[in-house]
């Protein structure tokens, strides 16, 4: 069965510091990968996929086959930044239309 | 364009109350599905469907109900809401068939069973 892996539930930050969201996962063809993030008690929004390539907010994320990872990376951490974070993979179920989620990471940035 | 729209936003219910979550798309997807999330836990998923008619379960389906009688609508029910159950609900839509189609999300029920 897929499985997505955020190992950290929480990730706290000083503004201005490098940030990584750890997101692992089990797949057993080409996976698809995207990151969501959801502002308190707001719609979750796609922040990236990796088919993509896209730069959105400063984050990027590289999907390595390799060791199975789609680490979420900003360089300089924001206050806006506070949020959660989803990495998610496409499927298993019928057509490509459905989700796994991983279990999340709340990043905490401080001034 | 209202993309999919979930209602209602918040709810409070008493334990062994029933209700209907509603999720409509006017972008005529064929695929649906219906999300819980609760803290700690990520998303599972609880039902979906692939098209008017043809639903099936997800990782997490008791205690719920779903059907699609047409293409734009795809309600959750809860027939006897337990405290368990308090946690907010996404519905998603997509034209599925392929990798590569956007999944769209609605903005959430937030649901409180006491």
């Known amino acids: 069965a897929q499985r997505v892996t955020q190992p950290e539930k929480l990730l706290s930050v000083f503004k201005g510091a490098p940030v990584e969201l750890k997101c692992n996962y089990s797949?057993?063809?080409?996976?698809?990968l995207f990151w969501y993030v959801q502002y308190s008690r707001q719609r979750l929004q796609l922040l990236l996929r990796?088919?993509s390539r896209e730069s959105i907010k400063g984050f990027t994320a590289d999907l390595n086959k390799g060791e199975t990872s789609f680490h979420l990376k900003k360089p300089f951490a924001q206050e806006e930044d506070s949020a959660m974070y989803y990495c998610?993979?496409?499927?298993?179920?019928?057509?490509?239309?459905?989700?796994?989620f991983g279990k999340g990471t709340m990043l905490l940035v401080s001034p | 364009n209202a993309g999919v729209t979930q209602t209602p936003k918040f709810q409070v219910l008493k334990t062994g109350q029933s209700m209907t979550l509603q999720c409509a798309q006017d972008?005529?997807?064929?695929?649906m599905s219906w999300y819980r999330q609760d803290p700690g836990m990520g998303l599972r998923l609880i039902h979906y469907s692939v098209g008017a008619g043809i639903t099936d379960q997800g990782e997490v389906p008791n205690g719920y109900n779903v059907s699609r009688s047409t293409t734009e609508d795809f309600p959750l029910r809860l027939l006897s809401a337990a405290p368990s159950q308090t946690s907010v609900y996404f519905c998603?839509?997509?034209?599925?068939?392929?990798?590569?189609?956007?999944?769209?999300f609605g903005e959430g029920s937030w649901l409180t069973v006491v």
């Open positions: 998610a993979l496409r499927g298993p179920h019928p057509g490509y239309s459905t989700l796994t």
């Open positions: 972008m005529n997807h064929e695929y």
């Open positions: 990796h088919i």
């Open positions: 998603a839509s997509s034209y599925g068939g392929s990798s590569g189609n956007t999944i769209y």
């Open positions: 797949y057993s063809g080409s996976p698809e």
